[in-house]
C-alpha cells in the first residue's frame, strides 16, 4: 500500500488553510485519511479569536482520531463527533452562530480488510479508480447546481436549499454524500482539495482519469505543480476568472 500527499499555500509563506493526514494502526489492514480545505474567513475572521488554520488542524485531527479509534461509528457519525468536539473547544471564547465561523469542506475515507467507506461534504473532490483504470469522481455538487441554476451562493451557506460545510453544526454529517466500495473493485483513491483540482474544475486541461493517471505515475507534488503552472500562466484571472488567482491546493494519493 502507497500513500503519498503533497499540499502548498496559494500564497507563499501565507496560511495554508488545507490539512491532510492518514493514519494506519501498527499490525492492521485498515486506515483512514483526511483531507479538508479550509474556507477563507472575512476581514473580521466570523467573530472568531482562532485562525481557519487552527480549525482545520483541530477537526481534521480529532475526525481522523475517531475515524481509527471507533470503527462501530460510521463515518458520518465520526464527522458529526468531531464538529462537535471541535465547536466546544471555541464555545466560551468565539460567536459560533456567526455565518462564517471557521469552516471546512471534508474528504475522508477509511478502509479496512474488505471495503472502503467514503465521505465527501462540499466542494472538494474524492477519486475512485478500479482495476480497469476507470475513474469514478465523488463530488458533492450542490454548489454547482446552485451556481448552474443562477443562484448566489454565498447566502445559502449551511441552510436548507443551499450547501453545506463542516463548521459548528453536527448535525450537516447528515448532508455528506457517503458510500461503501469493495476493496476487490478499486484500485487506487485520491483526494483533492478544490485547489488541486483546478486543472479539471476550473481551467479544463484536464480531466479526472489524467489527473488520477498523473498522481499514480508521478506523484501529487507533480499535480500541484502542473496547477500552479496553469494559474501563474493568468495570474490575475483575466483569462479564467475565479474567485481567487491562486489557491491552497491538497492531494493525497492512496494505492491499494
Same mark, same amino acid.
Given at each position: 500500500?502507497?500513500?503519498?500527499?503533497?499540499?502548498?499555500?496559494?500564497?507563499?509563506?501565507?496560511?495554508?488553510?488545507?490539512?491532510?493526514?492518514?493514519?494506519?494502526?501498527?499490525?492492521?489492514?485498515?486506515?483512514?485519511?483526511?483531507?479538508?480545505?479550509?474556507?477563507?474567513?472575512?476581514?473580521?475572521?466570523?467573530?472568531?479569536?482562532?485562525?481557519?488554520?487552527?480549525?482545520?488542524?483541530?477537526?481534521?485531527?480529532?475526525?481522523?482520531?475517531?475515524?481509527?479509534?471507533?470503527?462501530?461509528?460510521?463515518?458520518?457519525?465520526?464527522?458529526?463527533?468531531?464538529?462537535?468536539?471541535?465547536?466546544?473547544?471555541?464555545?466560551?471564547?468565539?460567536?459560533?452562530?456567526?455565518?462564517?465561523?471557521?469552516?471546512?469542506?471534508?474528504?475522508?475515507?477509511?478502509?479496512?480488510?474488505?471495503?472502503?467507506?467514503?465521505?465527501?461534504?462540499?466542494?472538494?473532490?474524492?477519486?475512485?479508480?478500479?482495476?480497469?483504470?476507470?475513474?469514478?469522481?465523488?463530488?458533492?455538487?450542490?454548489?454547482?447546481?446552485?451556481?448552474?441554476?443562477?443562484?448566489?451562493?454565498?447566502?445559502?451557506?449551511?441552510?436548507?436549499?443551499?450547501?453545506?460545510? #463542516? =463548521?459548528? %453544526?453536527?448535525?450537516?454529517?447528515?448532508? $455528506? *454524500?457517503?458510500?461503501?466500495? @469493495?476493496?476487490?473493485?478499486?484500485? !487506487? &483513491?485520491?483526494?483533492?482539495?478544490?485547489?488541486?483540482?483546478?486543472?479539471?474544475?476550473?481551467?479544463?486541461?484536464?480531466?479526472?482519469?489524467?489527473?488520477?493517471?498523473?498522481?499514480?505515475?508521478?506523484?501529487?507534488?507533480?499535480?500541484?505543480?502542473?496547477?500552479? #503552472? =496553469?494559474? %501563474?500562466?493568468?495570474?490575475?484571472?483575466? $483569462? *479564467?476568472?475565479?474567485?481567487? @488567482?491562486?489557491?491552497?491546493?491538497? !492531494? &493525497?494519493?492512496?494505492?491499494?
Amino acid at each position: 500500500m502507497r500513500i503519498e500527499t503533497a499540499t502548498a499555500p496559494g500564497t507563499p509563506g501565507a496560511p495554508n488553510e488545507d490539512f491532510v493526514a492518514a493514519a494506519m494502526p501498527a499490525g492492521g489492514h485498515g486506515g483512514a485519511l483526511v483531507l479538508l480545505d479550509g474556507v477563507t474567513p472575512p476581514p473580521d475572521n466570523g467573530n472568531c479569536v482562532h485562525s481557519v488554520a487552527w480549525f482545520t488542524a483541530r477537526l481534521g485531527g480529532k475526525l481522523l482520531e475517531l475515524s481509527v479509534s471507533r470503527p462501530d461509528l460510521t463515518l458520518a457519525e465520526c464527522l458529526s463527533a468531531a464538529i462537535g468536539v471541535t465547536a466546544d473547544a471555541h464555545r466560551s471564547t468565539c460567536d459560533l452562530s456567526h455565518p462564517l465561523t471557521p469552516q471546512a469542506t471534508v474528504v475522508t475515507v477509511r478502509w479496512d480488510g474488505r471495503e472502503l467507506e467514503h465521505l465527501v461534504l462540499s466542494d472538494s473532490a474524492l477519486l475512485l479508480e478500479d482495476p480497469d483504470g476507470q475513474v469514478t469522481a465523488v463530488l458533492d455538487d450542490r454548489i454547482d447546481r446552485l451556481r448552474a441554476a443562477g443562484r448566489r451562493v454565498a447566502p445559502l451557506r449551511n441552510l436548507p436549499g443551499g450547501f453545506f460545510t #463542516a =463548521a459548528a %453544526d453536527p448535525s450537516v454529517s447528515a448532508k $455528506a *454524500v457517503t458510500g461503501r466500495t @469493495p476493496l476487490t473493485a478499486l484500485r !487506487a &483513491v485520491a483526494a483533492l482539495s478544490d485547489g488541486a483540482a483546478r486543472g479539471v474544475e476550473v481551467f479544463g486541461v484536464d480531466d479526472w482519469t489524467a489527473t488520477m493517471s498523473l498522481l499514480r505515475k508521478v506523484g501529487p507534488e507533480a499535480l500541484l505543480t502542473r496547477v500552479r #503552472a =496553469a494559474e %501563474d500562466a493568468d495570474p490575475d484571472g483575466t $483569462a *479564467v476568472p475565479r474567485g481567487k @488567482p491562486y489557491d491552497d491546493a491538497t !492531494a &493525497v494519493l492512496l494505492e491499494l
